[in-house]
């Protein structure tokens, strides 16, 4: 350890070196004497930490050496001898660019010192540089992500002026239902907020007269909705309004991607025909790279809607609704036209648009609605990482600075004002945030590529997810902003000035201390924030797995198909899934096979209003809803969906039997409560498979709430009807094997293939794994919250760590004065144990009243559990003490083994 004697060696040398350049001109010292001052100040105190005094002496020489010489330079070219006149330093016209010379040259000089000092500290400079890293690449990632997704206009022009319309019932806009023809037809006439309205519904095409079918996912669209979103193809022309009317030819966009794949690329396609749902459509045009429909995760296929007005009825809602808003016209003053336009459509057909209200949405509110929550909150999580990252650099640098004092104090001592010193401070801040932020940047990358691994197909807009400039910008602006913040709170704890050594110790280290707990505990409060609100989430995640489905999805092999034109009329569609469901069942490896219309856990619904002719006719508007099924004879045996009352669907169940349905427990108990409703008729109201149905049928039957669409749906009034008495063109096949589901796949793709060989499955999958997927959200939601829980727990032990172990060694004096008249080892070690004790009891309360605000952000994520729970808020409590405890007994151990003549010794 350097001596006090060698320390005034330095200040001496210093000292006579500010009075050597009383040899330079009077011009020369008044301009640059400061500056040489300060370099060589830094200089020699790099050589006085390296050899001490000898590094010192070493250096005399060649000092003296460069005074005497450059000084009779200088005087020579002041005196005009040496070099032309005008170019000495005191009579050369001052330029302009020197200021910035030698500004630049000052923070090169600060950078060098500012390397040279890290790199004596090794360790702690890359404990830093990874804390940094951890909390500014997490940050960096989950931003890039969130900004595509939620941040980024959509890729569509003039994306703000596009909305989406939709119908509800009795004025409830969270409840979205489809639009119909008719209806759109008058709001395109009766609007003056629109420059145009278009329609467009999904549509899957098989595409035959290749080596293997294949299942296109696509769009049918009106000219409006082409025009509306500005579709500019690649090749070729767009759909246009002579494609839209009925009986015109049919004409089909590709996608870039099926153009490339089946194609070749060559623009010889356009105008050539291709097979899709047994019929011939010729191509128009090509889209560009990466086109897809709003909300859609893929577009390959786009062809018209061809909507017959005069034949579709006005209550048909099928459809879905894109708008362009006119110049000028806001979202809100678009609502208020579209209110006008229901009440006179409600005034002139009261049968169909009574109470029916039109909602206008923003397309991106919409897009991102879905994902907006849990997007922003995983947001807010990682940026709490980044705090206790920040916080435990913050605390490093100031336990740092407080060893530094003696050469701070030295430096002020030799002349360095209090700017100077900061400005060095921070030189080395920005230095380690820099080296941090550049890690961070590639752990961003592949924390980015982490994300997209694991993050549910679900979310939109994944495919524009990348690290673009805007990734950049962010992670340069959080790197710099860290430096500055942990690189300003220690420097601004500097005193400077004519302190002495002991003096300036004594001023900084209860201030460095204080400080030192105040970010200890902030990163105690904000790791427990986020450890509750992961276990809230693996808590509701948990209970949600826990529910009960209505049925064994395990073992089921699903798959969708859907029939052609050369189908035409419900007899053809009931008798191909007829003879389909008998083929497969009859192979010796199936337990049993059915079908479905809408498969559950796969999206997509049908609903419609019944009458019950026994009873009183409801208002108009009041007539009880429910959603629909057309399922097959043995499909509550194929999912094992308990039967309650009276009998399922039969064979016998068809064209020529009664018509009969079955209701699900919900809607007994909703439309007969107290009564038995075997034996009811109900007369259906609905539209299914794009054709109107309007039967009677009787109730044979009453099973149990199975749930159609997700663990965490609230149980909905179904029912259901036999597919034969109720033909629909597309159905999904489902079989339970002896074996493993996914094993008979390649069995069940060959038994299709046989029946008819322009026909292709798609969707194949285990029931299993898409009800799996209906949870995919909350389980990445709840991953990623958990992992950045552990970040910051284990960040906020290191600094519970760091400042006890810190404290511990200046402390080692006291201890062993303490333990020299008697104190034990357990009374040394209750002493340091404390200390962290009240540091994590008040972080503790901080953390849970910040929880208790902040936890209601994540309401909408959680299944059957409060943002209040109290085993969840107690267990996390519990763990994070434990855990902080734990980091400061280590030290505290080691400080009550320090034998007491040891501790004495030590200065």
């Keep these: 350890m350097n001596s006090p004697r060698d320390s005034l060696a330095l200040r001496a040398l210093v000292a006579a070196y500010k009075r050597g350049l009383g040899i330079y001109p009077g011009g020369f010292r008044a301009r640059f004497a400061t500056d040489l001052v300060e370099a060589f100040s830094d200089d020699m105190e790099a050589r006085y930490a390296r050899r001490g005094v000898r590094g010192l002496l070493t250096a005399l020489p ?61 360790a702690f400079s890359l404990i830093v540089i990874v804390t940094l890293a951890l909390g500014i690449g997490a940050t960096t990632a989950v931003f890039t992500t969130v900004n595509a997704i939620a941040f980024r206009p959509l890729p569509f022009a003039n994306p703000e002026e596009l909305v989406l319309i939709w119908y509800t019932e009795k004025g409830q806009p969270q409840v979205r239902g489809a639009v119909g023809a008719v209806n759109v037809a008058d709001w395109q006439a009766m609007n003056g907020s629109f420059s145009d309205i278009g329609m467009w519904r999904g549509w899957r095409a098989t595409l035959a007269g290749v080596d293997v079918p294949q299942s296109l996912l696509g769009a049918r669209i009106s000219h409006q909705y082409a025009r509306a979103l500005d579709i500019q193809p690649l090749y070729g022309r767009v759909l246009g309004p002579e494609d839209d009317l009925v009986g015109a030819p049919n004409r089909v966009m590709l996608s870039y991607e099926v153009w490339q794949r089946q194609f070749g690329g060559t623009q010889d396609v356009l105008g050539t025909s291709l097979r899709l749902n047994g019929a011939e459509w010729e191509i128009i045009g090509i889209l560009e790279p990466g086109f897809s429909m709003p909300r859609r995760t893929q577009t390959e296929v786009v062809a018209a809607l061809r909507v017959d007005l005069s034949k579709t009825n006005r209550g048909s809602h099928n459809l879905n609704a894109l708008a362009r808003l006119a110049p000028g016209i806001s979202i809100e003053a678009a609502q208020a036209d579209m209110r006008r336009i229901d009440e006179s459509l409600e005034a002139q057909y009261p049968d169909t648009n009574l109470a029916m209200r039109s909602w206008v949405r923003s397309l991106h509110e919409d897009t991102i609605s879905d994902v907006s929550v849990s997007l922003y909150t995983l947001l807010a999580a990682v940026g709490f990482v980044l705090l206790v990252a920040v ?27 209090r700017g100077r010193i900061v400005r060095q401070l921070l030189s080395e801040s920005l230095l380690l945030a820099v080296l941090g932020g550049t890690v961070g940047l590639v752990l961003a990358h592949w924390g980015n590529r982490a994300l997209l691994a694991v993050a549910p197909a679900s979310i939109p807009r994944l495919s524009e997810v990348s690290v673009d400039y805007g990734a950049l910008a962010f992670a340069s602006f959080v790197t710099l902003a860290s430096g500055l913040f942990f690189g300003t709170v220690p420097a601004l704890r500097q005193r400077g000035g004519a302190a002495s050594l002991r003096g300036a110790r004594g001023t900084t280290a209860v201030g460095a201390e204080r400080l030192r707990r105040t970010l200890v505990i902030g990163q105690v409060a904000v790791a427990l924030v986020l450890l509750i609100g992961a276990g809230l989430l693996i808590n509701s995640f948990t209970r949600l797995l826990s529910e009960d489905p209505g049925m064994q999805p395990d073992g089921i092999l699903a798959a969708r198909l859907a029939l052609g034109s050369e189908y035409s009329g419900s007899e053809a569609h009931q008798m191909f899934f007829a003879d389909l469901i008998d083929r497969i069942r009859a192979r010796p490896e199936v337990d049993e096979a059915g079908a479905v219309f809408l498969m559950p856990f796969a999206g997509g619904s049908v609903s419609g209003s019944f009458g019950i002719p026994a009873r009183p006719d409801p208002e108009p508007g009041e007539e009880p809803g429910s959603y629909v099924q057309a399922v097959s004879s043995n499909y509550f045996e194929l999912l094992r969906t308990p039967l309650l009352r009276g009998r399922s669907f039969a064979p016998t169940d068809d064209w020529a039997g009664e018509r009969v349905a079955i209701i699900n427990e919900t809607a007994a108990r909703l439309f007969w409560p107290g009564e038995d409703p075997l034996g009811e008729v109900v007369q259906l109201h609905i539209t299914l ?34 597919f034969r008495q109720y033909p629909v063109a597309s159905m999904y096949l489902m079989t339970r094997p002896h074996g493993a589901p996914a094993d008979f796949a390649p069995t069940l793709r060959q038994i299709v293939k046989d029946t008819d060989p322009e026909l292709a499955l798609y969707r194949v999958g285990e029931l299993s794994d898409f009800l799996g997927r209906t949870v995919e959200r909350q389980r990445f939601s709840m991953l990623l919250l958990s992992g950045f829980a552990v970040v910051a727990l284990v960040l906020g032990c290191v600094g519970i760590y760091g400042l006890i172990a810190f404290n511990v060694a200046r402390r080692t004096r006291e201890i062993g004065l303490r333990m020299a008249i008697g104190a034990s080892r357990a009374s040394v070690l209750m002493l340091v144990l404390r200390e962290t004790s009240r540091m994590v009891g008040l972080g503790i309360v901080l953390g849970i009243a910040a929880s208790l605000a902040l936890t209601r952000l994540i309401a909408s994520m959680l299944h059957d559990v409060s943002t209040t729970d109290g085993a969840t808020i107690t267990a996390m409590t519990l763990l994070l003490g434990g855990f902080a405890l734990l980091a400061g007994l280590l030290p505290a151990s080691r400080a009550a083994r320090v034998h007491p003549s040891v501790a004495l010794r030590s200065d």
């Design 689 to 722: 498979d794009a054709q109107e149905r309007d039967l009677e049928r009787t109730i044979v039957g009453v099973v149990a709430d199975a749930q159609q669409w997700s663990l965490d749906g609230n149980d909905q009034p179904f029912i259901y009807v036999p």
């Design 62 to 122: 060649g000092t003296i050496r460069d005074l005497l010489t450059q000084s009779i330079r200088e005087r020579l070219e002041n005196s005009g001898f040496g070099r032309p006149t005008g170019s000495s330093l005191h009579h050369r016209p001052k330029s302009p660019q020197r200021p910035i010379t030698q500004m630049i040259s000052s923070v090169i000089q600060d950078v060098r010192f500012a390397a040279r000092m890290l790199t004596r500290t090794p």
């Design 391 to 417: 916080a435990n650099v913050a605390s490093l640098l100031v336990a740092r600075t407080t060893t530094r004092e003696e050469e701070l104090s030295i430096r002020a001592a030799l002349g360095a004002g």
